[in-house]
């Protein structure tokens, strides 16, 4: 695909340093998109906090990748992407792609004013990724061999953020994506005990799953610190996946991609060999 084929010639990509956002700059930059890296640090910044922001770092934008952080279930959410949204409008901006969250209804509300913008749009969904267990917020326990979290025994089908930012990236190359609402997820239901013995095999060292109950590991982030907010959203983000609403897995991927999607099990490999290769660096 040349630049003048492209659909999108300049993109902005926010929370260009998350876990998805600088998988997708790449994938995007390889193929000739000129990205505009959307971050606080960024040069023009961009910070949803700072509305002014926001007209500067979409300026001469085709498209943009929207992740909204902290998540899109947060107060204030749908209005700060009304605004975005008529911002994007009035510079420009022709195509929309939206991260957003499985089974959260305070998403399908954001996703829908993204879907009545008068943009053209892609909605990509996840839920958890398998990426929390290396480079987020669950890596501390498995480093220390032992995954203390509740809910042992609702199934998640844990999705790769490779296969996301791969789904994000193909929207913003191939118009053919427009209009498609694509829900990903792994290829399999894995409970808490599941991941252990997967990153277990993968790591050839144990690494345990040991049940809490909710009140148990929400007093443990109190006292490790972490802060009230961020502590409400994920004991909201718990209480979806301990209904079970999320306890099944899609097409997304499939359908998005022509490929299944990246099972766990190839994930931990992978997070295991980084492991070893950093050992032997040492």
Not at 94 to 118: D, F, H, M, N, T
Not at 235 to 248: D, K, Q
């Given at each position: 695909m040349?630049?003048?084929?492209l659909?999108?010639?300049?993109?902005?990509?926010?929370?260009?340093?998350?876990?998805?956002?600088?998988?997708?700059?790449?994938?995007?930059?390889?193929?000739?998109?000129?990205?505009?890296?959307g971050?606080r640090?960024?040069?023009?910044?961009?910070?949803?906090?700072?509305?002014?922001?926001?007209e500067?770092a979409?300026?001469?934008?085709?498209?943009?990748?929207?992740?909204?952080?902290?998540?899109?279930s947060?107060p204030?959410?749908p209005?700060?992407?009304?605004?975005f949204?008529?911002?994007?409008?009035?510079?420009?901006?022709?195509?929309?792609?939206?991260?957003?969250?499985?089974?959260?209804?305070?998403?399908?509300a954001?996703?829908?004013?993204?879907?009545?913008?008068?943009?053209a749009?892609?909605i990509?969904?996840?839920?958890?990724?398998d990426?929390?267990f290396?480079?987020?917020?669950?890596?501390?326990?498995?480093?220390?061999?032992a995954?203390?979290?509740?809910?042992?025994?609702v199934?998640?089908?844990?999705?790769?953020v490779?296969?996301?930012?791969?789904?994000?990236?193909?929207?913003?190359?191939?118009?053919?994506?427009n209009?498609?609402?694509?829900?990903v997820?792994g290829?399999?239901l894995?409970?808490?005990?599941?991941?252990?013995?997967?990153?277990?095999?993968?790591?050839?060292?144990?690494?345990?799953?040991?049940?809490v109950?909710?009140?148990?590991?929400?007093?443990?982030?109190?006292?490790?610190?972490v802060?009230?907010e961020?502590?409400?959203?994920?004991r909201?983000?718990?209480?979806?996946?301990s209904s079970?609403?999320n306890?099944h897995?899609?097409?997304?991927?499939q359908?998005?991609?022509?490929?299944?999607?990246?099972?766990?099990?190839?994930f931990?490999a992978?997070?295991?060999?980084?492991?070893?290769?950093e050992v032997s660096?040492?």
């Amino acid at each position: 695909m040349t630049t003048a084929t492209l659909p999108y010639q300049n993109v902005l990509v926010i929370a260009a340093n998350g876990k998805t956002g600088r998988r997708v700059v790449p994938l995007l930059e390889d193929r000739g998109v000129a990205v505009r890296r959307g971050s606080r640090s960024g040069s023009p910044a961009f910070d949803w906090a700072e509305p002014a922001t926001w007209e500067p770092a979409l300026e001469g934008m085709d498209a943009a990748y929207v992740v909204y952080t902290p998540d899109l279930s947060v107060p204030g959410a749908p209005e700060d992407l009304t605004r975005f949204v008529e911002v994007a409008r009035s510079k420009g901006v022709r195509k929309l792609v939206l991260l957003s969250g499985r089974g959260e209804p305070e998403a399908r509300a954001c996703e829908l004013i993204v879907e009545q913008s008068g943009l053209a749009w892609t909605i990509v969904r996840a839920g958890w990724f398998d990426q929390n267990f290396s480079e987020g917020d669950f890596a501390g326990m498995v480093a220390d061999g032992a995954i203390a979290l509740p809910n042992p025994d609702v199934p998640e089908p844990f999705v790769d953020v490779d296969d996301i930012a791969e789904v994000a990236a193909e929207a913003l190359l191939d118009q053919r994506h427009n209009g498609e609402v694509y829900e990903v997820t792994g290829p399999e239901l894995l409970t808490y005990t599941d991941v252990a013995q997967q990153l277990s095999d993968a790591a050839g060292r144990e690494i345990r799953y040991m049940p809490v109950t909710t009140e148990e590991f929400f007093a443990g982030m109190e006292q490790a610190g972490v802060p009230a907010e961020y502590g409400d959203l994920l004991r909201y983000l718990f209480e979806i996946t301990s209904s079970g609403v999320n306890a099944h897995v899609t097409d997304g991927v499939q359908r998005a991609l022509g490929r299944p999607p990246r099972s766990f099990r190839e994930f931990a490999a992978e997070v295991a060999f980084g492991e070893m290769r950093e050992v032997s660096r040492g």
